[in-house]
């Protein structure tokens, strides 16, 4: 082993990069958490090219002096804090000195900045972690940050970037994370010049989340807020039936800083407990403010996780501040007396008669789910549902005529516990008197037993059905089937359907208005982040248009970078299939069970999911001959 030696700077510069730069949206957190401390009321982002090519943030805050530029972009200097004690009362997002020195190493950097004290501002330029130029430059009070060619000098982080639609998500969502922590400023965000987010400043949250992700959520959130000492717990929770499949949907903020934090977010999982199925997460977007010193922020180096000194407590500050909300059962006739008296919520245009009307909604909700599940087991399985698997068109794309005209207003059965629509027939509160009358139902071929699986006879011996698994393996290779010989065969919609996406989404979809065509899935822009689907694909007419095209979307945001067309094919595919299945825990009618088992028989591997997990599993005669001791 040689001897030890003192790395140079430009070493130590990229192995601190690599902790704070991961990604472009690493740059697009340090640089707008650099204006928010500078005081700024407006932030203006712009990214192309995913922020791989260039990545622009302008602020209005107070600007850096020309003679200290180049201290900014040293390592381990920082105008935030003097001395180690500092450390226990930090009041700033930043406070390590490293982020501009970070990416000046593994980019071009420009910065142009001006304080208001000065007439002329100052440009420096970096390449590369080496300090081009200097020069006096003209520019409005405030500070413009340009990095271009990110990882230039680190090929190999340079390879781990993903697509642009993928690097695009990640930089969205952070840019929404901090204007969710801070709505009182100005935020925009464009790529390719193209406007994604565009956010006023308001000194109301509910406002930014309805501009972030749509006034039917924001109108559906519950507030909560509390106080335990000098700890204020503040902000909303979504209506169950707003929970989605991941966790992205739940921001907590520390005095202004987004964070992770295990431990709450299992808090919050526990205040939805019995609310929610396993596969479902919560949407919350919650705030603490806290002194500084209660917590420790000198743990992480992007400084997402944190250290509180009463971790337990938190925890059932959290949690008790949601249950109450929800199950306490007179929060019926409890108006959130600690909300309003919140600045931030008074100015909220809350209507108590529809919070009234939520809150009682959740109740039921609760309360109903039991007697509907003693009910479906007492029904056993004979009530009529409304899922059209017989109804579905064959693998060869059948005339489209019997189709739905429009699937608006089609009730959507996303989540099997989800409050029963009262559009839909009694597919969730089966009764006695609902059922068939037994000489009308066709012969069941297989019995659904737990609403997932069906159990049926084989010719040697007893086959056990994951009815979920099948329908999804038999709608896939239909799919494929269809798009091996062009373009997925697409339904009109009589009526347009405006769809409302969260911007991003939007910008995707739009991106991607070609392949989605191939798919069946015609949209325009609507204005907004709305968009229009004109019309989707015929094979999947169960599923609402919009689910489908989020699905889809979600599924173009997760591919690799360069992936080759029919990977990324196979995967849309995959998720469409997915969506439009019958779930776990729908019940079938007879029709329907039987329009599975006929399906089944058409389809390759109908033996297995498109994703490999076991369809059916099947028990030979001999084998439970075995069991028996019958041999
Ligand atoms: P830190 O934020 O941890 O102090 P940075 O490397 O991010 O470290 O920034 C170094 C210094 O540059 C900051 O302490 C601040 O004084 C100055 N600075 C960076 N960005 C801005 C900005 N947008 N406006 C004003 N000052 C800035
Ligand atoms: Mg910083």
Redesign the pocket.
């Known amino acids: 082993m040689p001897g030890i030696k003192r790395l140079p700077q430009s070493v130590i510069n990229k192995i601190a990069a690599g902790e704070v730069i991961e990604r472009p949206a690493s740059v697009v957190k ?2 707008m ?3 928010l ?2 005081g ?1 009321s407006r932030i203006d982002v712009a990214v192309e090219k995913g922020g791989v090519d260039l990545i622009r ?1 302008a ?1 209005n ?4 002096p020309a003679d ?1 530029l180049e ?3 040293a ?1 381990h ?5 003097e001395t180690a004690d500092d450390l226990f009362h930090v009041r ?12 000046a190493e593994v980019t071009h950097l420009r ?1 142009r ?1 001006r304080t208001a004290d000065s007439d002329v501002g100052a440009e420096l330029f970096v390449e590369g972690g080496i300090i081009r130029q200097i020069v006096p430059c003209g520019c409005p009070v ?2 413009v ?1 340009e990095v271009r060619n990110l990882f230039f000098n680190t090929p190999v982080r340079r390879k781990f970037l993903r697509s642009t639609t993928t690097e695009l998500a990640h930089i969205s969502e952070t840019v929404a994370r901090i204007a969710l922590a801070h709505p009182q400023v100005h935020i925009t965000l464009t790529h390719n010049d193209r406007p994604v987010l565009q956010l006023p400043g308001t000194d109301n949250l509910l406002e930014r989340i309805a501009a972030l992700y749509g006034r039917e959520l924001a109108e559906g959130l519950i507030p909560v807020s509390s106080e335990d000492g000098p700890v204020r717990l503040f902000g909303y929770v979504a209506h169950p039936r707003f929970a989605r499949r991941h966790a992205k949907m739940q921001f907590l903020f520390l005095n202004g800083r987004p964070i992770r934090d295990r431990n709450l977010q299992h808090a919050l999982n526990e205040a939805y407990r019995g609310l929610l199925t396993v596969d479902r997460q919560p949407i919350a977007f919650l705030t603490l403010t806290m002194p500084p010193e209660l917590v420790d922020v000198n743990v992480h180096p992007t400084k997402q996780e944190v250290r509180f000194l009463d971790g337990g407590r938190l925890y059932g500050q959290l949690l008790g501040t949601i249950r109450k909300e929800f199950l306490t059962t007179d929060l019926t006739t409890r108006l959130p007396a600690g909300a309003e008296s919140d600045q931030q919520s008074a100015n909220a245009p809350h209507d108590p008669q529809q919070e009234l009307a939520i809150r009682r909604q959740i109740v039921d909700w609760a309360k109903g789910e039991l007697d509907r599940q003693r009910a479906a087991i007492q029904a056993a399985g004979v009530s009529p549902s409304s899922h059209p698997i017989s109804e579905a068109p064959s693998p060869r794309g059948a005339s489209p005529a019997n189709a739905h005209p429009t699937v608006r207003g089609e009730p959507q059965t996303e989540s099997p516990l989800e409050p029963p629509q009262t559009t839909a027939p009694p597919l969730g509160r089966p009764s006695p008197q609902g059922r068939l009358p037994i000489d009308q139902s066709p012969p069941i071929r297989a019995l659904q037993v737990h609403n997932r699986y069906l159990v049926t006879e084989s010719e040697d011996g007893v086959v056990v059905i994951d009815q979920h698994a099948l329908h999804e393996r038999i709608l896939y290779e239909q799919l494929r089937q269809n798009i091996a010989q062009g373009p997925l065969p697409s339904q009109q919609l009589l009526i347009p359907e405006p769809v409302d996406l969260t911007p991003v989404e939007a910008t995707l979809a739009l991106e991607n208005r070609e392949l989605l065509a191939e798919l069946g899935l015609t949209v325009e822009p609507f204005g907004g982040s709305t968009v229009l689907v004109h019309s989707y694909p015929a094979l999947l007419r169960t599923i609402a248009p919009g689910e489908l095209l989020r699905a889809v979307i979600a599924a173009l945001g997760e591919s690799p970078r360069d992936v080759d067309r029919t990977m990324l094919l196979e995967k849309v595919l995959h998720s469409m299939a997915c969506k439009a299945a019958v779930k776990a825990g729908e019940q079938l009618n007879p029709d329907e069970i039987n329009a599975l088992l006929e399906q089944s028989r058409q389809v390759l591997h109908s033996h297995h999911c498109p994703h490999g997990r076991p369809a059916m599993l099947v028990f030979t005669r001999e084998e439970l001959d075995r069991y028996f001791h019958r041999t």
């Open positions: 340090e640089l958490e650099n204006s401390d500078a700024a943030v602020d805050g107070c600007g850096i200290e201290l900014a972009v390592s200097a920082t105008s935030k804090i700033t997002l930043g406070f390590r000195g490293e982020a501009l020195a970070s990416i910065i900045s405030g500070t940050v």
